[in-house]
């Protein structure tokens, strides 16, 4: 039965993945705003949910350690294990506006989430300013694709109406919220069967679970040659988790960690996270593509990672 619940997650995540590509392309040329864009926003946003979800019933229910690791490792996941693994099959071409404007933003969220956390609690007001700090950004990078409109045409794309690529989108979100869900029970399921460690499932089994939205729509987003969507899903996933996931969860429960040790996170999963988004900006700019190699280095960093966490947990 887990095989099975795994294959079909699988499948239905395919399927999202390129409704959701299809839809948001649709609503790009119809609405004259980049691809980027929608994929720094909607995508984005829409395949961080599981993230947001389970990092607002965590904080609520007492565990404010699972939000905020929930977090920390969606974001090490994205960069190293998604991005890593989409250029190994599809070499990408990063848009300008990438590297001047996107990955400084997702950098500066990431220090800002660091200071924040430094002192072992979220506050209400810090949750405050990164939601809304956030808001001001999509509203201004809406603002100047729209200003500009500079489109990036898909002739694999019809012209269809704004509602029916809405409709496309919707579609997308639903498989790929059931596809995660579905696959994360079934490998979930496997592991339990064959008495693996819980500590190992969740670094791994359940890590690249959560990914795997990111990793379809992305892999879809290459193959069909919108690339912006691509890198923009990641790097707009990695800021709406810790400018809205962690916002709104201090918004809604302030985060603290002095009862359960805030270390952890800030003398290892924090270095990780930070050292990856650093050395991703040499690689945005040497090359004109972001290509294998580049992925192959994401893909080995994830690794170490997971080794590390694994060895620590057996």
Not at 178 to 201: H, M, N, Q, R, T
Request: net charge negative; glycine share 10%.
């Amino acid at each position: 039965m887990e095989f099975l619940l795994l294959i079909l997650g699988l499948t239905v995540l395919v399927v999202g993945g390129e409704f959701l590509v299809k839809g948001a392309v649709g609503i790009a040329r119809n609405l004259e705003i980049s691809p980027l864009v929608i994929g720094l926003t909607v995508v984005s946003f829409g395949t961080s949910a599981p993230e947001l979800l389970v990092s607002l019933q965590a904080a609520t229910e007492g565990s404010p350690e699972i939000a905020v690791g929930n977090v920390i490792g969606s974001n090490i996941a994205n960069l190293a294990l998604v991005l890593g693994v989409t250029v190994l099959i599809f070499p990408i071409i990063v848009e300008r506006q990438t590297k001047l404007i996107d990955w400084p933003v997702m950098m500066l969220a990431t220090i800002f989430f660091y200071i924040f956390l430094s002192d072992g609690e979220i506050k209400l007001w810090e949750g405050i300013v990164l939601f809304s700090s956030l808001i001001v950004f999509v509203a201004w990078r809406i603002r100047k694709s729209r200003k500009k409109s500079k489109l990036i045409i898909d002739e694999h794309v019809d012209n269809e109406s704004t509602f029916l690529a809405v409709g496309y989108l919707m579609l997308g979100l639903i498989g790929l919220y059931f596809g995660s869900e579905w696959f994360v029970d079934g490998a979930v399921g496997i592991a339990d069967y064959l008495d693996v460690p819980k500590g190992v499932i969740g670094v791994t089994v359940v890590a690249f679970g959560t990914s795997a939205p990111e990793l379809v729509v992305s892999c879809v987003a290459a193959y069909r040659k919108q690339s912006d969507i691509s890198i923009g899903t990641l790097i707009g996933s990695n800021i709406f988790n810790i400018m809205a996931v962690i916002g709104l969860t201090s918004i809604v429960s302030p985060i603290d960690l002095s009862g359960v040790g805030v270390s952890q996170f800030l003398n290892f999963d924090m270095y990780w996270v930070t050292g990856i988004a650093v050395a991703l900006l040499p690689m945005l700019y040497l090359g004109a593509k972001f290509g294998r190699f580049k992925g192959a280095l994401l893909l080995v960093s994830y690794l170490l990672y997971v080794s590390i966490i694994v060895s620590a947990n057996i």
